[in-house]
C-alpha cells in the first residue's frame, strides 16, 4: 500500500498555527504528518513534532528554500527539530556534509529532490531520463535514503513514465510530493511504484473527498491509499 504524507502546508509553505490543525486530524489514522521549512518558525515545527511523536506518528521537514544558505541551515534545523525524515532540496552532498555533523541518533533519513528543481513553489525540470539518472547518483551517495520527487509539478512529463524511471532506478523509497489533487492521481503513483505522496494545499482548498472538512478529506485520501494497490492491480 502507497503511505500518505499529509502537509500542514499551503502553497508551498507551512500553514498558520499548525498544530491547530494538527489536533484536528490526530484521530484520523495518519501515519505521517509533514511540514516545510518556510511559513513557522523552529520552536512551532518543534511543538508539532514532539505532538505527533506522542502519538505514534512519523514527521517529515520538506525544505523548499531557494538559496544555498536557507536550504542548509534548514537541514541542521531539522536535528533541534527532531524530525525523522528531511525531504527536498537540491544541494545533496553539502546537505550530507551538514547532517555528518549531527549524532547519529538525530539525523533523519535525507530524501532530496532528483532533476533539476528551481523556483518556489518548486517546479521540476529536466527529461526523464535525466531525473532517473540524477535519481540513481543521488541514492548511490552514502547517507541518501530516499527521494522526494515532483512529479506532478513536471511542466510536461508524463507521471506515470516519470515516477516509474525514477522508482527503478533509485536505491530507495520514492516520495512524490507537490500538486497531487485527486484519488486517481494516487492509483497512478502507487501504480508506478512512489513509496508514498504528500497531499497539503489541496486538502486546505477542499479539492478531495470530504471537502471542504480537513479530516474528513484526510480519512478519504488514506481510504484511497488502502485501496490504490487493488486498482492498480485491476487497471
Known amino acids: 500500500m502507497i503511505e500518505f504524507v499529509f502537509m500542514l ?17 490526530s484521530d484520523c489514522g495518519l501515519r505521517y504528518i509533514g511540514f516545510k521549512d518556510v511559513g513557522a518558525d523552529v520552536p512551532v515545527l518543534t511543538e508539532v513534532c514532539a505532538a505527533a511523536h506522542g502519538l505514534g506518528m512519523q514527521v517529515m521537514l520538506e525544505v523548499v528554500s531557494t538559496s544555498r544558505e536557507d536550504e ?5 534545523a531539522a536535528c533541534d527539530i527532531g524530525v525523522d525524515w528531511l525531504l527536498g532540496g537540491t544541494h545533496a552532498e553539502e546537505g550530507l556534509a551538514v547532517l555528518a555533523e549531527l549524532p547519529v541518533v538525530k539525523r533523519p533519513l535525507y530524501c532530496p529532490f532528483p532533476g533539476t528543481v528551481v523556483g518556489h513553489p ?5 527529461e526523464i531520463t535525466e531525473i532517473a539518472a540524477s535519481a540513481q547518483r543521488l541514492t ?19 507521471v506515470a513514465a516519470l515516477t516509474s524511471a525514477v522508482v527503478q532506478a533509485a536505491a530507495g523509497p520514492v516520495i512524490a510530493a507537490g500538486s ?19 497531499i497539503g494545499g489541496a486538502i ?32
Not at 19 to 24: H, I, K, R, S, W
Not at 72 to 76: D, F, M, N, T, V
Not at 182 to 196: D, N
Open 9 to 25: 502546508t499551503h502553497r508551498d509553505q507551512t500553514v498558520a498555527r499548525p498544530l491547530d490543525v494538527f489536533e484536528q486530524v
Open 72 to 76: 542548509l541551515a534548514s537541514i541542521a
Open 122 to 126: 518548486s517546479v521540476l525540470l529536466g
Open 140 to 158: 548511490a551517495m552514502d547517507g541518501v535514503h530516499g527521494l522526494d520527487l515532483l512529479a506532478y509539478r513536471h511542466p510536461s512529463a508524463d
Open 180 to 198: 497531487v489533487a485527486s484519488t486517481e492521481q494516487i492509483r497512478v503513483l502507487s501504480a508506478a511504484g512512489a513509496w508514498a505522496f504528500t
Open 204 to 235: 486546505f482548498e477542499g479539492r478531495l473527498p470530504g471537502g471542504p472538512s480537513v479530516p474528513a478529506q484526510v480519512e478519504a485520501v488514506l481510504a484511497a491509499a488502502a485501496d490504490s494497490a487493488s486498482q492498480g492491480t485491476s487497471a
